[in-house]
């Protein structure tokens, strides 16, 4: 190693009066100034349920994700709590049977979420149980409205969706987050909720959803995909060319009384969770979705990435653009690595 004297001897000579390096010069001082930390409190895992009994499929595009069912989900969702995780969504596979044009199945108060709800709250009440509401596990045609003449529509959609929310906070669902991305649907949940003696549920919005090719493990995983087919949701879910509009959408659910306000995908938005916390200040999560899971698995698994390195350095990677928190199929692996750092 060439020591300093001898740089100095052999080199131009440069004297600037900040030297960055100093502040990253051994362990004890980089750590002293580091200024974001990803801690066990920001992680929320999203689970898959299925129907039966002590059954688990894995999901070929997102490997080491199972559906699992009710018994061994409750399971798993004990041991997430043992580790600190603050909260778990709740997305279910509905059976192909129960799929309709018009996903009923959606305000179903015995359907496979509020009875997973109500084992969880049960058998583990301690931890923060957040819905998805949205129509596309219910629907044949794999949408998250309601269909009319090939149209997506919104207004009677919301209806739906209001019957969906109270349904799962009667079930106890703690926070309602509304994934459609229909116009004026968190105003009208709020509305619905308090009707319904349920104003002290949250409400966090996914108000910045772009319509993104990333989300096609998760599709697999709910087995929506071939329900979709070849169509695909743009006419309500963000243009990606879009950031803007993402804060239009953002003080529109805030101003209809979202409590929190997601932005998805996560690692190719972060200039929009940097944008949203910037102009909003209200807590701001982001969600790391199936796709960059997938990717991340598939390089490591290649030997391409350090899968643990990965995780952790693409988890602070929110931190430092401005979330509250993560949504991340890692939440697990991510709250044991925590705990060994
Ligand atoms: C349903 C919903 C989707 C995701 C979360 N809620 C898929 C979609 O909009 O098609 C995607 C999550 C992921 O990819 O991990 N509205």
Known sequence: M???QNETKTHIQISPIARPRRLRVSPWIRNMVSEHRVTVNDLIWPVFIQEGNNLRTPIASMPGVERLSIDLLTLAVKEARDLGIPAIALFPA??????????EEAFNPEN?????IRAIKSA?????VICDVALDPYTSHGQDGLVRNGIVVNDETVEV???????????????IAPSDMMDGRVGAIRKALDNAGFSHVAILSY????????YGPFRDAVGSANNLGKSDKKTYQMDPSNSSEALREVALDIAEGADMVMVKPGMPYLDVVARVKDAFKVPTFAYQVSGEYAML??????GWLDREKVILESLLSFKRAGADGVLTYFAVEAAKLLKHN
Do not use: E, H
């Open 2 to 4: 060439i020591n300093n």
């Open 124 to 128: 583990v009440p301690d931890i923060g």
């Open 207 to 214: 108000a910045a959803k772009y319509a993104s090719a990333f």
């Open 112 to 116: 496979l979420v509020c009875r997973t």
């Open 161 to 175: 969706l209001c019957k969906q929310s109270v349904v799962q906070a009667r079930a106890g669902c703690d926070v």
């Open 94 to 103: 509905t059976p192909a049977n129960l799929k309709t044009q018009d996903g």
């Open 297 to 302: 698995c598939a390089a490591a698994a290649n």
